[in-house]
């Protein structure tokens, strides 16, 4: 694409929905291992051999697993050395996800120039709420941690076609902030369109779509939503937010007891965020 458009978000955001609409821009595919580890989990053949050898192809992603099983916040007793065991103490349910997760933050190429910053804030955003996530599903009843830890994980998923046509834009990719802004308006409706492609859980399709609504207000328990909307927020340090007014966040009580004041939060999130670094 040559279409050079000076500034306006409203015009980057057309140029956008008419490069995914004509193919030039795809959303992404769900990748092959995570799809061959999904089929044969789906198909209860799989056994820890079959899994550990289909998974260790990628030595990358491996390696990635071995150090979360092995990770403070998820050991179970000593540590283990062989990809067979680490398989199984996580369960091939929690080795699904983030066979999964792990394999959808390698999908874009490494760019330079402002899309390759935001992709490298993107993927380290991605893993901290994930941990997150997992931290306050571990003590938040009928939300599993498992699932928590991928939703953390492809929350953002919606933002990677949105890089892919940023590279493609010399202007674009020069602007941060402008990027930021196209990221912050697309990345939500993209999220969700790629995980129904994907034939994702409903619930997991509406953390891609919803996970911005701060004001969201429910009847019921806490819900997977809930945590990955307080999740993200508690992730972005940065941000001055106000706790009132956010339901999720007082509904996990965090507005009261931050995860700040938590004793060993800090420390079990951090061993669970570096496990997922690569």
Not at 143 to 151: G, I, K, R, S, Y
Not at 173 to 178: I, P
Not at 194 to 219: K, Q, T
Request: net charge negative.
């Amino acid at each position: 694409m040559n279409e050079r458009v000076a500034g306006e978000s409203s015009d980057w955001s057309a140029l956008l929905e008419a490069a995914v609409a004509r193919g030039e821009i795809a959303l992404p595919g769900l990748p092959d291992l995570a799809l061959r580890v999904r089929e044969a989990i789906a198909s209860e053949s799989a056994t820890l051999a079959s899994l550990a050898r289909l998974i260790a192809a990628d030595p990358v992603l491996a390696s990635r697993i071995m150090k979360v099983v092995n990770a403070a916040a998820l050991r179970r007793a000593a540590p283990v050395s062989r990809l067979d065991r680490a398989i199984g103490a996580l369960g091939f349910n929690l080795t699904n996800s983030l066979v999964t997760g792990l394999c959808l933050l390698r999908q874009t190429e490494k760019y330079s120039g402002a899309v390759g910053e935001r992709l490298r804030t993107h993927h380290g955003h991605a893993i901290e709420v994930a941990a997150i996530a997992h931290y306050l599903a571990q003590s938040t009843p009928g939300v599993d941690e498992q699932e928590a830890l991928l939703a953390g994980l492809i929350h953002d998923i919606g933002a990677l076609p949105v890089f892919a046509f940023a590279a493609r834009q010399p202007e674009l990719n020069r602007d941060v902030a402008a990027l930021d802004r196209l990221v912050a308006r697309h990345h939500p409706s993209f999220g969700a369109r790629i995980l129904v492609e994907w034939h994702f859980p409903e619930r997991l399709i509406a953390v891609a779509a919803e996970h911005e609504n701060l004001g969201r207000c429910h009847e019921g328990p806490i819900d997977l939503l809930d945590v990955v909307i307080a999740a993200n927020l508690q992730s972005h340090q940065s941000v001055q937010y106000v706790g009132v007014g956010v339901p999720a966040l007082e509904r996990l009580n965090l507005i009261a007891e931050p995860l700040a004041g938590r004793e060993g939060a800090r420390a079990s999130i951090e061993a669970l965020n570096h496990s997922l670094v690569a």
